[in-house]
């Protein structure tokens, strides 16, 4: 099964979404920016280790988002088109 993280960041918070290759939504959360936030996403989503992460906004706040994504455990970093 395909794993899609998808990632909205902003300033104070990020919002997440697990969606499998059916486009059934298996979980959702947001976190804050900071260190703590981004240890809680991460333990949030160590249920899928394969995975893809799709990160909105890369032009803005997206690249430190999608690098840090990239950087961690099986995690493969891929660039969002925006609508």
Same mark, same amino acid.
């Given at each position: 099964?395909?794993?899609?993280?998808?990632?909205?960041?902003?300033?104070?918070?990020?919002?997440?979404?697990?969606? &499998?290759?059916?486009? #059934?939504?298996?979980?959702? +959360? @947001?976190? $804050?920016? &900071?260190? !703590? +936030?981004?240890? !809680?996403?991460?333990?949030?989503?160590? $249920? *899928?280790?394969?995975?893809? *992460? $799709?990160?909105?906004?890369?032009? @803005? #706040?997206?690249?430190?988002?999608?690098? =840090?994504a !990239?950087a &961690?455990?099986g995690? @493969? +970093? /891929? @660039? =969002? /088109?925006?609508?």
């Amino acid at each position: 099964m395909k794993i899609v993280i998808g990632v909205d960041p902003h300033k104070l918070s990020v919002t997440i979404e697990v969606v &499998d290759d059916r486009e #059934r939504v298996l979980a959702t +959360g @947001r976190c $804050a920016t &900071d260190n !703590a +936030g981004y240890v !809680a996403m991460r333990k949030h989503l160590a $249920a *899928w280790p394969e995975r893809t *992460w $799709a990160v909105e906004g890369q032009q @803005r #706040r997206g690249p430190r988002a999608g690098a =840090a994504a !990239a950087a &961690d455990g099986g995690a @493969r +970093g /891929r @660039r =969002a /088109r925006e609508a």
